[in-house]
């Protein structure tokens, strides 16, 4: 079916229906929607404009996701990459997002947002959108995923630690049960654990952010372990301090590893083996789904990215 036929179904002009399709910010959203709901009926699916570059980039609520360095990791790897492509970014906070209506843009990208708030993006905008480190919500058509290996991850770590003869590994995940990749993690680590014959126990495994993170790891010391894994947030850091104040030297006493971090992880005292997302395949990654769709071609839903291990000195 061609736009014309779209505009004569909806009772408006083909430059209307062209405007819905680009996000022009003047259209009334009652208007809006309508003119989505005739081409949905219809199965119309505009080729989507390769000559507007303009690329929204959603960033994380703060009280949610209080990570700023790896934010500002990936925003790096995706300016970098998606500038060389010719796209130009506009950055919107999370709690933003009705500034969306304002703005024209061919495609939006989600930093750690849930999925689950874009569910109906396909009723709203005609782009596409991809969300980094986190996956798809269910039955959207026009919503993709670039995110990293987690399960792959914790394997890695501990994997490490186990080969190094740690034999009781205490693992802090940053962040609070039940949000972001918490859960994921947890699993991974438990099932690392089983594999590789080391104890399995809940107080072992915690999870915390910065304000209770030094008293955890006072909790994990208590309970005899040998090796720290610490993964996301700023937990390297932390960790470090930690460790110092309970007078534990580091890998003398007990291994550690974190989560990478380019401002601090390669300085610390002793430098710390870190878990490292690879931020530029992922950008490439994110960059590739955005120009498929632009160009009318099909790219897979879900895209996952192995984890890279980074060793340094901080695992006997």
Known sequence: MKIQEIAEKAGVSTATVSRVFSHHPNI??????????VA??????????????NIAVISPYKAVYPIQSYVEMVMSELAHELSSRGYR???????????????QFCGAIGIGTDGELFRRWEERFAVPLVIVDRDVPKGSTEVYSVRSDEPQAMELAVGLLADRGCRRVGSIIYGQSGTGNTEIRKNGILKALKRHGLPVAEQLIRFSTEDGYVEEI??????????????????????????????????ADISLIASERTVFSRY???????????????AS??????DARLSGQPFPRRTVIPYQLILRDSVR
């Open 28 to 37: 009334r959203e009652e208007l809006r929607a309508h003119v989505f709901e």
């Open 268 to 282: 610390a005292t002793p430098p710390q083996t870190t878990i490292s997302q690879n931020y530029a395949a992922q």
């Open 218 to 251: 006072g909790r994990l010391l208590q309970n005899g372990v040998d090796a720290l894994f610490c993964p996301g947030g700023n937990a390297g850091m932390v960790a470090a301090y930690a460790l110092s104040l309970y007078n534990r030297r580091v890998p």
């Open 89 to 103: 970014i506009e950055i919107l906070p999370q709690d933003n997002l009705e500034q969306l209506q304002r703005i």
């Open 40 to 53: 949905r009926k219809y199965g119309y699916h505009p080729r989507l404009s390769t000559k507007q570059r």
């Open 285 to 290: 990654a994110v960059a590739d789904a955005l």
